[in-house]
């Protein structure tokens, strides 16, 4: 049987050369252990990620500016070591990507407003981190993957128990101190006089996407047949379920009924799984159930209602919100660039620290949808190459990770229902979305790649493949 995907890492030149030298090496061994600090870079990449926010209200305030950047030298390093080893993906998205990029920081510096700092810090987001999720792609593959979500769900109890303690306590005390030290707090208004937590995040939106990931983890779990501790599953489970109430996050909600909805597609393709889903939903019932019977998840609950009808209440029910959340600033961004220059206004001067470093201010001095950033910054026609670029990314990991399910490889296609809310039009002028993007990105990539020792575990004599 052939599988359908390319193999991203293949035996680089560089350690063919090595071979000759090192004795008693062969060259997988030398890969392996050119691969290790990789590996280990993009686990920094992961953990910063998740505690850059912790950094800039708690551990470090002082320097809550600069560490804004925190995963800026991480993604420099891996993407300058993955190429010295001639393990860097070179391949149309990125190498498109970083073209767009380079001509947009040109026309930033000539006809746009010239500023190289604000420039740099808007151009990082094509050049770093957007070709930082080929390099994950290509280092990781789907064990590794494995290993990074079981690392996840044990973060996701902690987590859901800080998200707990914000929840509770007033915007004044320790948990919930903004970055910088702000005494006013780090929460966004929710409701019921109850605001919206960050958890370890800067802003909340980070933690909707943290336990966005929990769940799409959870779900493949459940599912699969990947061995894992049953209580640290449950325990998990159950912080998904509390997190979308003590959260007071519409997202949230909208990203795990996505991924339900993906997982039942995955099924359906293999009724094999439909047990194991069975058994899944019923362990769901019986922790909702429990959690239920508790003051702090009907408070919470109660909480999450209001919000949830206020909020569809002006936008015209779940429906027209969900609609309007999703394709409605793809609609204005491409219908209200009236007047706007054709190279744009410059790179960076959509993003709230390119405001800051402009005009003393943050705001969103373009649009603080995505598509206008992105339009507004580098003029209709190359803003709307960026954004086609990651919508046809988006099209081509789809129809990979399909494909993957009839050779009984759920991860990918589950992990891409959150993909798809994040790359397509997530804010990546907020660094911690961008983040989110691009490991997101770069894990379904990896997990397209079955181990070698996975394949004759099954008996089958296939090609892993999965370079794009």
């Not at 590794?144 to 303690?165: E, F, Q």
């Not at 007047?339 to 201010?361: C, H, I």
């Not at 399909?402 to 759920?410: A, D, G």
Request: charged letters at 10%.
């Amino acid at each position: 049987m052939a599988y359908p995907f390319e193999n991203y890492t293949t035996e680089p030149k560089t350690l063919q050369k090595q071979t000759k030298i090192l004795n008693g090496h062969t060259p997988a061994r030398v890969e392996v252990n050119s691969n290790k600090y990789l590996k280990i870079g993009i686990w920094c990449y992961f953990l910063l990620l998740i505690f850059e926010g912790a950094l800039r209200k708690w551990g470090i305030p002082a320097l809550s500016a600069p560490l804004l950047v925190v995963r800026d030298p991480v993604a420099i390093w891996l993407i300058y070591s993955a190429w010295k080893k001639d393990l860097f993906p070179f391949t149309f998205y990125p190498a498109a990507m970083i073209v767009l990029g380079i001509t947009g920081m040109c026309a930033t510096l000539v006809v746009g407003h010239g500023n190289l700092a604000v420039a740099l810090f808007g151009a990082r987001i094509l050049l770093l981190h957007f070709p930082l999720m080929f390099v994950i792609g290509n280092v990781f593959n789907r064990e590794d993957v494995i290993k990074l979500g079981k690392a996840i769900l044990g973060l996701s109890i902690p987590l859901v128990v800080l998200t707990a303690m914000q929840f509770y306590s007033p915007q004044s005390a320790f948990v919930n101190m903004g970055v910088g030290g702000d005494a006013e707090g780090s929460g966004f208004s929710g409701a019921m006089g109850f605001f919206r937590p960050s958890g370890t995040f800067s802003f909340t939106t980070g933690n909707s996407m943290f336990f966005s990931l929990v769940a799409c983890f959870v779900l493949f779990f459940w599912v699969s047949k990947v061995r894992i501790n049953r209580i640290l599953l449950a325990a998990a489970t159950l912080a998904v379920l509390a997190s979308i109430p003590l959260s007071i996050s519409r997202s949230l909600f909208f990203s795990i009924a996505v991924a339900i909805i993906f997982t039942g597609l995955a099924i359906s393709r293999n009724p094999q799984y439909l047990s194991r889903m069975l058994m899944a939903a019923v362990c769901m019932v019986l922790l909702l159930t429990v959690l239920s019977q508790t003051s702090f998840f009907q408070t919470a609950t109660a909480a999450f209602v209001a919000r949830f009808e206020s909020a569809s209440s002006i936008e015209g029910g779940v429906a027209s919100s969900l609609i309007e959340r999703y394709f409605g600033s793809m609609i204005t961004a491409i219908s209200g660039n009236n007047g706007l220059p054709f190279f744009g206004y410059g790179l960076g001067l959509g993003t709230n620290a390119g405001s800051a470093m402009l005009t003393g201010e943050r705001s969103f001095l373009i649009a603080e949808g995505e598509w206008a950033r992105l339009i507004g910054e580098m003029g209709f026609v190359i803003g709307m190459l960026v954004i086609l670029l990651r919508l046809v990314f988006c099209l081509d990991i789809s129809i990979k990770s399909y494909k993957s399910l009839q050779y009984e490889n759920l991860l990918p296609w589950i992990l891409l229902s959150f993909a798809l809310i994040t790359i397509p039009q997530g804010q990546w002028a907020q660094p911690t979305a961008l983040g989110f993007s691009t490991l997101i990105g770069g894990l379904v990539l990896g997990a397209l790649k079955v181990p070698e020792k996975e394949q004759k575990s099954k008996g089958e004599n296939i090609k892993v493949s999965g370079r794009i």
